[in-house]
């Protein structure tokens, strides 16, 4: 896959004309927490998360999309799968002046008759709140996830941050820290 890259010129294009995100620049400037959060609703609302386009391709063709063709899906409203929604939105916060980061993970969904895990792609922001703090940005998921989730703060004991509950798209979930890069 090419190197994804965002240009500050096509953010402003999105934010502005595929978002219609008005104010976005002061929103940013005035509170950056907030603009993420608003960001995420705003995005999830124009950018569906679906499997029609990849279960529209012959099974022997589909892949994973390029970075080309992510953009494309995004600007068209078209969304997709965890993987565009969230590598976009990733460049999206970069081209902004965030420190963000593109992982992979596993959710693991654990219903009484139904245990399956499933892979998944996810952003990191570092230093949304304090320096030092991490945050999940995750607008590719199942059922839509509306604000920034702390999972590290240096203000805050570690403990207290594994006992934080989330409640999202009907969903009950919550991050815990095992080991040092580990959260489950």
Same mark, same amino acid.
Request: proline share 3%; aromatic share 10%.
């Given at each position: 896959?090419?190197?994804?890259?965002?240009?500050?010129?096509?953010?402003?294009?999105?934010? /502005?004309? *595929?978002?219609?995100? =008005?104010?976005?620049?002061? !929103?940013?400037? %005035?509170?950056?927490?907030?603009? +993420?959060?608003? #960001?995420?609703?705003?995005?999830?609302?124009?950018?569906?998360?679906?499997?029609?386009?990849?279960?529209?391709?012959?099974?022997?063709?589909?892949?994973?999309?390029?970075?080309?063709?992510?953009?494309?899906?995004?600007?068209?409203?078209?969304?997709?799968?965890?993987?565009?929604?969230?590598?976009?939105?990733?460049?999206?916060?970069?081209?902004?002046?965030?420190?963000?980061?593109?992982?992979? /993970?596993? *959710?693991?969904?654990? =219903?009484?008759?139904?245990? !399956?895990?499933? %892979?998944?792609?996810?952003?990191? +922001?570092?230093? #949304?709140?304090?320096?030092?703090?991490?945050?999940?940005?995750?607008?590719?998921?199942?059922?839509?996830?509306?604000?920034?989730?702390?999972?590290?703060?240096?203000?805050?004991?570690?403990?207290?941050?594994?006992?934080?509950?989330?409640?999202?798209?009907?969903?009950?979930?919550?991050?815990?820290?095992?080991?040092?890069?580990?959260?489950?």
């Amino acid at each position: 896959m090419e190197t994804p890259s965002l240009t500050k010129e096509e953010a402003v294009t999105f934010l /502005s004309d *595929v978002l219609q995100f =008005e104010n976005w620049n002061e !929103e940013l400037q %005035n509170d950056k927490v907030e603009f +993420v959060n608003h #960001l995420m609703i705003k995005y999830q609302q124009k950018q569906p998360f679906q499997t029609l386009s990849l279960l529209s391709e012959d099974l022997n063709a589909r892949k994973i999309p390029t970075w080309e063709e992510i953009k494309t899906a995004i600007f068209t409203k078209e969304g997709g799968l965890c993987h565009t929604l969230n590598t976009f939105i990733w460049m999206l916060l970069k081209a902004l002046g965030y420190d963000v980061y593109l992982v992979m /993970s596993n *959710v693991v969904i654990n =219903e009484q008759c139904f245990k !399956e895990t499933f %892979n998944h792609t996810l952003v990191i +922001v570092r230093d #949304l709140t304090v320096k030092g703090s991490l945050h999940v940005i995750d607008c590719g998921f199942v059922t839509p996830i509306l604000n920034a989730i702390i999972i590290e703060d240096p203000a805050q004991d570690e403990d207290s941050l594994n006992e934080m509950m989330y409640h999202n798209g009907g969903k009950i979930f919550k991050y815990v820290k095992r080991g040092s890069n580990t959260y489950v």
